[in-house]
Nanobody, 115 residues
Framework: VQFVESGGGLVQPGGSLRLSCAASGFASSMYAMSWYRQAPGKERELVATISGPGGRTNYADSVKGRFTISRDNFKGTLYLQMNSLQPGDTAVYFC?????????WGQGTQITVSS
């Protein structure tokens, strides 16, 4: 299992970014996948989840209406479109999957929201 994340960076408040997570080594389309984030001094928290074949989505209350999780099963890639970014969104963002009771994580990508 391997993830390659991209799309992080510095953005001003109110701006947008899109994260990508290219998955390989497993049939990613069959599994629910998620984005988590961890801010300095805080615990890692779940941001959004998308189910396997059905593509149902769930979001943390703090990002509902601003973030959109999606996936391209043909490319094996998970996305997180982030709009109306706020300083409170500053964190390292990780893609994640659980398979056979084991957790797999991307390397993380830094998002900094600051003027």
């Amino acid at each position: 299992v391997q993830f390659v994340e991209s799309g992080g960076g510095l953005v001003q408040p109110g701006g947008s970014l899109r994260l990508s997570c290219a998955a390989s080594g497993f049939a990613s389309s069959m599994y629910a996948m998620s984005w988590y984030r961890q801010a300095p001094g805080k615990e890692r928290e779940l941001v959004a989840t998308i189910s396997g074949p059905g593509g149902r989505t769930n979001y943390a209350d703090s990002v509902k209406g601003r973030f959109t999780i999606s996936r391209d099963n043909f490319k094996g890639t998970l996305y997180l479109q982030m709009n109306s970014l706020q300083p409170g969104d500053t964190a390292v963002y990780f893609c994640h999957v659980t398979m056979s009771g084991l957790d797999y994580w991307g390397q993380g990508t830094q998002i900094t929201v600051s003027s």
